[in-house]
């Protein structure tokens, strides 16, 4: 005879266990999964996709273009569904890769794959595992030390988040560090949460995978999903799609931007422009 505590988790069920790290065969599941699920299904998640795609992405060489290993930097012709990510550069990154003026022509035609930080490759072997050809990365898409090549690409940056098929955000490290493995649910404010950058990434983004050292988690407009099934996971993205009073659009605009100003930018000048597309 079961006793009432055994009755009790009967009745409660367990939660899928958590992947080992963000990249095996069974997380590129769960990532499809919940992909598929709000294509197919979600309303609010709909649109954009397909009428809009960044100047420059990473192609990755899937479809038989490229070499498989070694993504090359392509200027845009045609609308592809694309990946973007959202990640923290951290303070070293006069020591990893940059597409400057110098080196442009040579990430057309190969991207030293082995010498991007570790976030970075990550990310483009996930994006290669979930069947997508393009990847958008700010550092490797815009070039750095040309001052209106990055004013003309920091007006797009909405239109990059908003429209790509999913933002992968690295919710590990402050530093492009490799993201783990780990089997319990995150609790304290993650580097990525801290920075002025990424908070329209992820609230412009229609679709957006977070990945942590402990577990991977959903976010979209019609649902909140991770990996333990906790599911409290920031902001109510059905709730400010579907605010339309004056008053209830302040009351929601000062809450983003009380979030957005605990916020630290590296360049004070860029406080404006950083929380632009969100004000659009």
Excluded at 25 to 46: D, M
Excluded at 198 to 215: D, G, H, K, M
């Amino acid at each position: 005879m079961k006793t009432d505590a055994a009755k009790c988790w009967a009745t409660i069920g367990t939660a899928d266990p958590v992947c080992e790290n963000n990249y095996d065969s069974r997380a590129v599941c769960r990532i499809k999964k919940w992909l598929n699920q709000c294509k197919e299904s979600h309303q609010l998640c709909r649109g954009g996709e397909g009428m809009f795609m960044p100047r420059r992405a990473l192609d990755l060489g899937l479809e038989g273009i490229g070499d498989p290993g070694d993504p090359v930097l392509v200027d845009t012709d045609k609308q592809y569904p694309y990946v973007a990510l959202s990640y923290c550069w951290g303070s070293a990154k006069e020591k990893w890769v940059l597409t400057k003026k110098i080196n442009i022509g040579q990430h057309r035609q190969s991207l030293p794959f082995s010498q991007l930080p570790a976030t970075l490759r990550d990310a483009i072997n996930l994006t290669k595992k979930l069947g997508f050809r393009f990847i958008w990365i700010d550092a490797l898409c815009i070039i750095q030390d040309d001052y209106m090549d990055w004013v003309t690409e920091a007006a797009t940056m909405g239109d990059v988040y908003y429209n790509a098929s999913l933002v992968l955000a690295a919710n590990t490290s402050g530093d492009c560090t490799l993201v783990g493995p780990g089997n319990a649910h995150f609790s304290l404010i993650p580097p990525l949460d801290s920075r002025g950058w990424t908070f329209q990434e992820t609230i412009l983004a229609r679709r957006v995978v977070r990945l942590s050292l402990t577990e991977m988690a959903w976010h979209c407009a019609e649902l909140e999903r991770c990996e333990c099934s906790f599911s409290d996971l920031g902001f109510d993205k059905a709730e400010i799609k579907s605010t339309t009073s004056a008053d209830d659009l302040y009351q929601v605009w000062k809450m983003l931007v009380q979030n957005y100003s605990t916020r630290y930018l590296t360049l004070r000048e860029d406080k404006l422009i950083a929380i632009s597309g969100v004000a659009r």
